[in-house]
């Protein structure tokens, strides 16, 4: 019997060579591979079956390779610099009233706008971080127990993709050092994707958009901190709000709170009726000592609120299953 | 968690209506998800009597009862007597017995919450009229025992309501585990209502069983059974208590008042043993844990040597219900000599697990490491009420009142006694921090202005301890059960939140007036955005996440995807390289629900593991801009212009000019592998000469795996390149000029295979030497059928600054054009 790596080879170059490559997967040598394996000892099996397998898996994509490059010769090149083609006529765009931008993006502009008027910068999350920036640096130790309440997902090489925008607080507090050191203040707002492994229906999704913010300086309070929040929703509504706060526990604040507003008229609201926002709280000193930044002179506050909620109060949208659906149906009422 | 407000009663004050105390203890300690009103459930059960109870003729097991109400119902047949009648199928009905009945009418609680709750009549059974029924625990929603019906062992006067003679007029109140992560104390009732008797300013006082940290286990006992325990790391554990009971009769239920709780906070009734030990943990959060001594002893070698250590490695073990795991070092092991009986915190093991033999008991109390425990939790997958209480890390000093207590119930409802010392490892004893504070402190944190007696007043509700110093500083220590108290802010919180939040003045932090610059990349997305919508697109948002089968079918190498090794489901298993795929994959849905003509595009990230890692050891993320067209009519002409006409004006609109090359065959770059190479490009910035992307049709392949019309094409470009050569100095304005512009169309007949980018380039050299406002536009591109020339057509346009253009000197132009074109070429002017 040949060995599989001159098997391989010579149908490997075979299909190179071939018009007709997929024919070559029917080679009589390739299909003996297989009826061998009867005939082997049991515990050999396993690692020659592998073997095979693999073996199948490189001479299927070859076929593909060749098999697109075989359709692609008899493909007729284009003029890939004119400006239309061959006796053609000169292209219009989609009628603009057709286009509609996301709900979603528009709402994440909206609150960068606000945000940014308040004194805040804005930088966008991350989609693919690691533990040390999800977890270790926002005060969860390894094996903590709040690691539960994230839901996260986990690659192969054990990067995180992140359940919340917190996954830049780090890189917000490094990058902001110094010029909260030399008299300044870190005010800077995080908007991006977030992802929590958890099964989806109308309220629930897998991934979502968050606002994050974090602001440090000598002087920080947890009043300021209700103060900015309210400030943010009063603008975002354009009209004055009550607040109500829940106490609340994430591990990266001391102390938490979920922060709520009353009903805003813009969407039907009553008093006495309430819309939990977002959760919030003054930053744990260990959160501030992580990044260098010493919680003895310094103080901060953070808070993480998402996009689609906003979205779905305001146009009253059903179900978060439109937002990542890509159906024009939906689509098309933002035109 | 559930939590129940009768219960809460018992230990604290509470005479404010439900929904007030719901809003409080929302406001100033845990959002409280549902209420369930447990009297509605519970309404309508009545405690009779049976009077008499006589097996019918001719059924194998129903009885006929008279049953005496006290006679409080209305409306219902009686007999001369006044008893009602009852068919009853229950083996255990019997005269002089009290029950439940169930009277006509009423609903059957364990269907209260369906959607059609069985309401009960009164009906025929093997001829006799049974008014009503009588209950078993199941249909009460106590517990899973349909064997019989429930007896009631209390004396009760017949015809009082079942629901006031439990306390079961009460209200249910749903907590999210994960909002109390940090209070184990209040993961007990008692701790619960602490904290409810410090949110509505009512004095709480520990009960005293709970504050005597050294009860007096009278372990004089003579001839005590041996047993030891010993902690080998007391990184594990940080105390174990244990002590032996014997006698327990195996038949005694605890009293149907602690059934009741129990099974109302779910919590099953087992035993008077095992209600003992979770009725405790509901108690107090402490759990406990029962082995069986005999086969402790057995399995040990004799000897009930416990010991506390870590799993080996290959160790294996058989759980209660017969589950096999094997074991990792960072499992915590009870162990009867080395050889594993339990999963510390997690379950106990099989071979010691107690059962309706079982003579003598060992009743654990113990804390272990809650990391480990978290570790184990996950590996194994074990989610018990006490793991979820030990993985909140109980104070050590608990164990002792816990297990007292343990001892007392276990003794009055079972009967059983201790048989032998208490045993006990305490390797490292706990003592609560003292933390130095000052209202200034607290006030500088919180934006407060509490005062000293401010904070002394809220934290003795808690029942932390206050020494006042000179200094005017107080010194707080936290009472033992409070785990989650180390460093200053841990009490300023307590403070905060006790006299609530909401009454802290609200203010707005001072900045200077300096302007904050928006970041200039966002404005270019969502400029892009409006020029896409301009152009007829619609703004999707897609998965991060894909399936391999996408992957494949834009002939992508999946082993380029980042992998996610615990998705939910195979949709999300890979990171995605490009947007392209994820834009195809919605193309074939929104035709088939009859759109025809679409643009789709997205502005995001995507993670093809090519991009390599940062500084930061994370990996590069890429900024991409993806676009496709598709039409399901049958329609002429190229989609590729399609797509290239859309990037073009908006490339414009940022006054980024584009040129186009050839696009190589098999690229490497993910971007570019569902694009057809023959009728795709590279797209280029003009000035800067850097590739910002590729436009194109795709594969045929990649057509028919997406199942796409043969009129689709797209784009995809990095958005940070093309932001970054929008970032040009200066401006691109050119000043009009007074004068007249001339226009001259002239047509160039070609190879089929000139390239229309020659000739505009060549024209603009011919035009380089005079100084002219200039514009060279397309008018036709002709090619007969089966010719191997096209005619190119183009429209020059000229305009002088000072005066008006003569024909001769527009003719000198238009030939100097001509000329260069046709040296570059070969074109014949036709």
Redesign the interface.
């Known amino acids: 019997m040949q060995n599989i790596d001159d098997i391989s080879k010579n149908l490997l170059s075979q299909i190179t060579d071939s018009l007709t490559p997929r024919e070559v997967l029917k080679a009589p040598e390739f299909r003996q591979l297989y009826s061998v394996i009867k005939t082997m000892p049991v515990e050999d099996r396993g690692n020659y079956g592998k073997q095979i397998n693999e073996l199948k898996l490189v001479l299927e994509s070859a076929v593909r390779t060749r098999e697109s490059e075989l359709e692609s010769a008899t493909i007729e090149p284009l003029d890939i610099s004119a400006p239309w083609g061959i006796n053609s006529k000169p292209l219009c765009l989609l009628p603009t009233e057709m286009g509609s931008q996301h709900p979603v993006t528009l709402e994440i502009d909206n609150v960068i706008d606000i945000f940014t008027r308040m004194g805040f910068d804005v930088i966008e999350s991350r989609q693919i971080d690691d533990d040390y920036h999800m977890f270790s640096t926002l005060n969860f130790p390894e094996n903590h127990p709040a690691r539960d309440g994230y839901d996260t997902f986990i690659t192969d090489e054990g990067y995180i993709s992140p359940a919340h925008t917190s996954t830049m607080q780090n890189r917000i507090l490094i990058s902001g050092k110094e010029k909260l050191e030399s008299g300044g203040q870190i005010g800077v707002v995080a908007i991006g994707r977030c992802f929590r492994n958890e099964d989806i229906d109308a309220t629930h999704e897998h991934t979502f958009y968050q606002y994050e913010g974090v602001f440090v300086s000598e002087t920080a309070t947890l009043g300021q901190m209700l103060g900015t929040l309210r400030s943010f929703f009063e603008s975002y509504y354009g009209q004055s709000l009550k607040i109500r706060t829940q106490p609340s526990y994430f591990p990266f604040v001391e102390p938490g709170l979920e922060f709520a507003i009353e009903k805003p008229a813009e969407l039907n609201g009553k008093s006495g009726e309430w819309l939990e926002m977002l959760g919030c709280g003054m930053i744990h000193p260990n959160v501030l000592t992580a990044a260098g930044i010493d919680p003895t002179k310094y103080r901060g506050y953070a808070w993480g609120g998402g996009i689609e909620r906003l979205v779905m109060l305001k146009y009253g949208i059903e179900d978060i299953r439109h937002f990542e659906s890509g159906k024009l149906q939906f689509l098309r009422k933002f035109v | 968690m559930i939590i129940s407000l009768n219960w809460l009663k018992k230990f604290t004050d509470i005479d404010m209506p439900v929904d007030e105390l719901v809003t409080l203890i929302?406001?100033?300690?845990?959002?409280i998800e549902t209420v369930i009103n447990l009297g509605a459930k519970y309404k309508d059960g009545i405690i009779v009597k049976v009077v008499k109870a006589k097996k019918i003729d001719g059924s194998d097991h129903l009885s006929l009862t008279k049953i005496d109400d006290g006679g409080i119902s209305k409306n219902i047949e009686r007999d001369e007597n006044g008893l009602i009648q009852v068919v009853c199928g229950a083996p255990n009905v019997r005269s002089d017995q009290l029950v439940v009945w169930l009277p006509p009418g009423s609903v059957v609680p364990n269907t209260f919450l369906d959607s059609q709750p069985f309401v009960l009549g009164a009906m025929k059974l093997c001829g006799f009229i049974s008014n009503g029924m009588i209950a078993s625990a199941r249909e009460l929603d106590l517990y899973d025992e349909h064997t019989g019906i429930l007896e009631i062992d209390d004396d009760i006067k017949p015809g009082t309501s079942f629901a006031s003679a439990y306390e079961l007029d009460d209200y249910l109140f749903d907590i999210e585990n994960?909002?109390?992560?940090?209070?184990p104390d209040c993961f007990g009732i008692i701790g619960f209502a602490r904290e409810v008797a410090a949110i509505i300013g009512k004095k709480f006082q520990t009960p005293d069983w709970l504050m005597n940290l050294s009860p007096d286990f009278k372990t004089d006992i003579s001839n005590p059974v041996e047993l030891n325990v010993t902690i080998d790391n007391p990184e594990l554990s940080a105390r174990y208590q244990a002590i032996v009971m014997s006698g327990a009769d195996a038949d005694k239920k605890s009293p149907i008042q602690i059934q009741t709780y129990l099974s109302r906070v779910g919590v099953r009734p087992i035993s008077a043993v095992v209600d003992v030990t979770n009725y405790l943990m509901m108690l107090t959060g402490q759990p406990l844990h029962a082995f069986d001594y005999d086969k402790l002893v057995a399995v040990g070698g004799g000897k009930a040597d416990i010991h506390v250590r870590s799993g080996h490695e290959n160790e294996e073990l058989e759980l209660i219900g017969g589950q096999k795991i094997e074991l990792s070092t960072e499992d915590i092991v009870i162990s009867a000599g080395d050889t594993a009986v339990g999963l510390a915190g997690a379950m106990g093991g099989s071979s010691t697990a107690i059962d309706d033999n079982t003579k003598n008991i060992i009743i654990e109390c113990a804390t272990f490491n809650?990391?480990?425990l978290?570790?184990t939790q996950m590996r194994h997958g074990i989610f018990s009420e006490a793991i979820t209480r030990f993985?909140?890390g109980q104070s050590p000093e608990l164990t002792a009142p816990v297990l007292f207590e343990a001892i007392n119930y276990m003794s009055q409802w079972s009967g059983a006694s201790c048989s032998s010392k208490l045993a006990e490892s305490y390797p490292i004893k706990h003592e609560q921090a003292r933390i130095e504070l000052t209202a200034d402190i607290a006030n500088?944190?919180?934006?407060?202005s509490y005062v000293n007696e401010d904070i002394v007043r809220s934290l003795n509700n808690a029942e932390f301890t206050i020494d006042q110093n000179p200094s005017q500083s107080l010194v707080v220590t936290a009472p033992y059960w409070r785990a989650d108290i180390h460093?200053v802010?841990?009490i300023?919180?307590e403070v905060?939140?006790l006299n609530g939040?909401?009454s802290?003045?609200?203010?707005?932090?001072t900045?200077d007036f300096t302007a904050?610059i928006?970041?200039e990349f966002?404005s270019f997305r969502?400029r892009m955005?409006?020029i896409?919508?301009?152009?007829?697109?619609?703004?999707?948002?897609?998965?991060?996440?894909i399936n391999s089968n996408i992957l494949e079918k834009a002939?992508q190498n999946v082993a380029n995807s980042?992998?996610?090794?615990?998705?939910?489901s195979p949709d999300?298993q890979y990171?995605r390289q490009s947007l392209t795929p994820?834009?195809l994959d919605?193309i074939h849905?929104?035709i088939k629900?009859g759109?025809e003509?679409?643009?789709?595009f997205e502005?995001?990230?995507t993670?093809p593991k090519n991009n390599g890692i940062n500084d930061?050891?994370?990996?590069v993320?890429s900024d991409m801009t993806a676009l496709v067209?598709a039409n399901k009519n049958n329609i002429?002409?190229?989609p590729?212009?399609?797509a290239?006409?859309?990037l073009d004006?908006a490339c414009q609109s940022f006054d980024v000019v584009l040129?186009?090359?050839?696009l190589e065959?098999?690229s490497d770059d993910p971007i570019a592998k569902p694009f057809?190479?023959?009728?795709?490009?590279k797209v280029i910035d003009k000035s800067s000469g850097s590739a910002i992307g590729i436009v194109?049709e795709y594969?045929?392949?990649v057509i028919r795996g997406f199942k796409l019309p043969e009129y689709s094409a797209g784009f995809e470009i990095n958005s940070k390149a093309l932001f970054k050569v929008t970032q040009k100095t200066g401006a691109s304005y050119i000043v009009p000029s007074r004068y007249p512009s001339s226009e001259r169309d002239i047509c160039f007949q070609v190879d089929k295979d000139i390239?229309?980018?020659?000739i505009?380039d060549a024209a603009n050299e011919g035009l380089e030497n005079y100084k002219l406002i200039s514009a060279i536009m397309?008018i036709d591109?002709?090619?007969p059928d089966g010719g191997g020339a096209?005619n190119i057509t183009i429209r020059v346009r000229l305009t002088a600054y000072d005066h008006t253009l003569t024909g001769d000197e527009v003719s000198t132009v238009i030939s100097s054009i001509s000329n260069s074109v046709i040296g570059k070429t070969e074109a014949v002017v036709v």
Request: glycine fraction near 4%.
């Open positions: 929302g406001a100033r300690l845990v959002e994960k909002s109390l992560t940090h209070r809650l990391y480990n978290r570790a993985t909140k500088d944190i919180l934006g407060s460093i802010e841990d300023v919180e905060g939140r939040y909401d802290i003045a609200l203010k707005l932090p900045r904050v928006p970041n966002d969502s955005r409006k896409l919508v301009r152009a007829g697109a619609n703004e999707v948002l897609s998965y991060s996440f002939d980042y992998k996610v090794i615990n998705s939910i999300l990171y994820n834009l919605l849905p929104n629900q759109y003509n679409f643009a789709l502005i995001n990230k993670h930061e050891k994370v990996p993320e067209i002429s002409g190229a590729y212009y399609q290239k006409r859309i004006y040129s186009y090359e050839p065959h098999n057809e190479n023959r009728r795709s490009s194109g594969k045929k392949s390239q229309y980018s020659q505009i397309p591109i002709y090619q096209k």
